[in-house]
Every structure is written in C-alpha cells, then in structure tokens.
C-alpha cells in the first residue's frame, strides 16, 4: 500500500504509481536562451530529460509559459507517440517554478509528482527510487539534502502540497521552497544516496555552455 493510500510499487522496478513534471519556466540567460528549445548536439536537452524518466512514471507533464505552448507542441509533435506526454500552461506568466509546480500539480492523475528541470538530462533512477522509498504517511514532500541545502527541483511533491502552494504564490512568492515549512517535508540526508556511482549529476543541470559541452563529451573536466 502506497504511503498515502494508494496501492503501487514502492521501490525496486517497474513504473512509479506518480508523474513526472517537467518545470520548462526561465529564459536561460547564461545559455543565451530558453533552456526548454535547447539543443545538445543533434537532439533536444528536454529530449534527453524525457528518454530518462517516461520509463519511470505512469505520466509526465512538461510545464510551461503560454509563450511556449506553441512552438514546444511543434517540437513534441514527432516525439508524441513515443510517450505520454501532457504539456500544461501557466495560469499566471512569470511567477517562476512555484507556478508551474502549482499547476501541474492541479492537474494530475495520481498523487505525487517528480519535479524536475528541463535542463536536468542525468537524473538517475535509482536515485529518484531512493527519494520514492524515503516517504512516510505523513509525508507531502520528500526532498534531498546535499552539502547542507535542500534540492527542491529533484524532489518529490504529493498533490497535498496544493493548497500550500497557492497560498505562497498568492503572497507573491516564486520559489519552490517557499511554502515547506507549511507542509511536512521529509528530508533524505546525503548518507542515503553514497552508495550511488555519481549520485550528485542527477541533481546537475545545464546552466551555462560549459555544462552544456561536459554533456557532450563526459571527459571533459
């Protein structure tokens, strides 16, 4: 039995009774554009992100601005078949992750998410089933711990984190954090994932061409 009541595999193999979501917000100024369009090499960086995780999950929503809907749907078109994929928009532009985390989460079809950035194309497995195993029945969030700080665009939300949610960004706030002491995160220390070749390039992300060209060839320093 799930943890918060549904049944479900809890950990090993097989497909998460959850979904992902893919946060697509942020234009990317280090990278000289919006992350969510970025290539590497000859495919999408979103492309690599999606390959990882739709094994995992039941399905993945991809969040983004109404500026992006259009062309991302372009870009999805001949990927569509292969995943099950929803694209959902922001309800209100430029109010960060926490918005598109709010919606997404309004509109799924279980009871957690995994958020994650776009620009996120390493995140593990066995990783994620670290974070999946580390819930309680009182959980609503289960979220990392890496050299003292909280990662919260590698972490698990339950749709109880809802409300909360809309109240931070109805008293203006953007981050994801924002509204964790009003819900009960569990954190998994450091300790848990050591035991993982590589653990920490699950939580990296391409923030600049530099990040960018270590993708493309891993032997770089």
């Known amino acids: 039995m799930d943890p918060k009541g549904k049944t479900g595999p809890i950990g090993g193999s097989g497909i998460l009774p959850a979904s992902a ?31 990882r995780v739709t094994p995992w999950f039941s399905e ?17 078109a001949p990927i569509r078949d292969r ?14 992750p926490l918005e598109g985390l ?11 998410a995994f958020a994650i950035g776009c620009d996120m194309p390493l995140v593990q497995e066995a990783v994620l089933r670290t974070l ?40 203006g706030e953007r981050r994801l954090k924002s509204f964790y002491d009003e819900v009960n995160v569990t954190v998994v220390e450091e300790e848990s994932f050591r035991f993982l070749p590589g653990y920490r390039r699950s939580f990296g992300g391409v923030n600049t061409p530099e990040d ?7 032997r770089l320093p």
């Open 21 to 51: 979501v893919i946060l697509g917000g942020g234009r990317g100024r280090r990278m000289g554009g919006n992350k969510l369009f970025l290539a590497a090499g000859e495919t999408l960086l979103i492309e690599r992100v999606l390959s």
């Open 60 to 76: 993945v929503l991809i969040a983004v601005g109404p500026e992006d809907e259009a062309p991302l749907e372009i870009l999805l």
């Open 83 to 96: 995943w099950p994929l929803r694209v959902v928009v922001d309800e209100t532009p430029g109010r960060g």
């Open 102 to 112: 709010s919606r997404a989460l309004g509109c799924l079809r279980t009871d957690w």
């Open 132 to 171: 999946w195993n580390a819930r309680t029945p009182e959980s609503d969030a289960v979220c990392a711990r890496l050299d003292g700080f909280l990662e919260p665009l590698h972490a698990l939300y339950s749709t109880s984190c809802l409300p909360a949610a809309r109240r931070a960004l109805a008293r």
């Open 212 to 218: 960018l060209l270590r993708l493309l060839n891993p």
